[in-house]
């Protein structure tokens, strides 16, 4: 993790000094009258380096690799080579050094990829948008749900294919699951603010609302008749309105009409916030889930999972 942070982050400040600063005057290469000025930033930079550029870029890796130990125990094995520009004879001073370069690393990762499928789509170092012409996802930017500061994202690829008719049964499906999310998750929260109802859940069982446990542990304490009535209503809502593409209940119309509005605007604004709302909630209650699963408490207090093996390296 430290090496390729390392690397990350000199590789990050490659593509942004040249743009800020300009290059160095004079010849890169004089016996091919190459010039740092005719070195692109970013990936196009590849074409343009001479063979024997390849040869002192490796050259220099494989020193950095082979010039100390950094067998299990060593310093080198912790990341230190000596370079002690930033060190701190302070120990608090130093660690907090320490994890700002990890933290560092870790971001320059993340941005070093960014960059490079940029790069990659549009031709720019900086990934302009709108020099990716040919981007199939260009037929779903105009879509609900595209919002700043994202936009169209969809990282895995999904609608790489340009099809129009697998992205309408994927949002009707990602607009079912966040409505859905969003019910679970007010289901969390509600009995926690509020209390729960008074008297009995079932009155031949004996059982009372106040009962029924908060989380994953009310799984195991609603009766079979409560589970024939969720999956009676859940069935009613998935046959009792025609889904097929291009009805009203294929985009989620399924004519409950509380939270709309006449204004298109506002309606547009409207539908954009419950999709934002729910793809919250997906992320919210899976989070809940598995915070209760590993605590037993629908809030996850982190004090409660004794046995995580993560305790072994916390500090």
């Not at 060593?74 to 994890?99: E, H």
């Not at 105009?142 to 690829?157: C, K, R, S, T, Y």
């Not at 008297?199 to 989380?215: H, R, T």
Request: aromatic share 10%.
């Amino acid at each position: 993790e430290i090496k390729h942070g390392r690397v990350a982050m000199l590789a990050t400040m490659g593509y942004i000094t040249p743009e800020l600063t300009g290059k160095f005057p004079g010849y890169l290469s004089p016996s091919m009258g190459l010039k740092f000025a005719d070195i692109p930033n970013g990936l196009g930079a590849l074409s343009k380096v001479p063979a024997l550029g390849w040869a002192q870029i490796i050259g220099y890796m494989s020193f950095c690799e082979i010039s100390q130990d950094q067998s299990p125990g060593t310093p080198a094995a912790a990341g230190d080579f000596g370079f002690k520009v930033l060190t701190a004879s302070d120990p608090a001073a130093k660690t907090k050094k320490l994890n700002a370069e990890l933290a560092n690393g870790r971001l320059a990762m993340m941005a070093i990829m960014g960059m490079f499928f940029q790069d990659g789509l549009t031709g720019s170092a900086y990934g302009d948008w709108a020099l990716y012409t040919d981007s199939p996802l260009r037929a779903f930017e105009n879509e609900l749900g595209v919002q700043a500061p994202l936009g169209f994202w969809d990282p895995i690829g999904y609608t790489a294919d340009g099809n129009v008719e697998n992205f309408q049964r994927r949002r009707q499906t990602e607009l079912k699951h966040g409505r859905i999310s969003m019910l679970a998750t007010m289901g969390y929260i509600t009995p926690e603010l509020t209390g729960k109802f008074p008297g009995y859940l079932s009155p031949s069982m004996g059982l009372k609302f106040a009962d029924i446990p908060n989380g994953l542990a009310a799984v195991s304490k609603v009766p079979a008749i409560g589970w024939a009535q969720i999956i009676g209503y859940m069935s009613f809502c998935e046959i009792s309105a025609d889904q097929s593409p291009g009805t009203p209940g294929a985009d989620g119309d399924f004519g409950f009409k509380v939270l709309t509005a006449s204004d298109p605007a506002a309606k547009t604004r409207k539908l954009n916030a419950e999709l934002a709302n729910g793809r919250l909630a997906m992320m919210a209650i899976m989070g809940m889930f598995f915070q209760d699963g590993l605590t037993g408490s629908a809030y996850g207090d982190w004090a409660l999972y004794t046995d995580s093996p993560l305790r072994a390296f916390q500090n």
